[in-house]
């Protein structure tokens, strides 16, 4: 069940990325080598300070 929620969590980031105008296979695989949380950290600093 937990790698589910976490399988869940990273598609949810790849998504969030997607909607930006973003690859969202990198940041799907950034999601499962990191963490969600840290990858979606990272995806609101790009969206933020990045290009």
């Known amino acids: 069940m937990l790698v589910f929620l976490y399988v ?4 949810g980031v790849a998504y969030w990325a997607k909607m930006d105008g973003r690859r969202a296979g990198v940041w799907f695989l950034a999601s499962i080598a990191l963490t969600p949380l840290g990858s979606s950290v990272a995806l609101k600093l790009m969206d933020r300070y990045g290009r």
């Open 8 to 11: 869940l969590a990273a598609i």
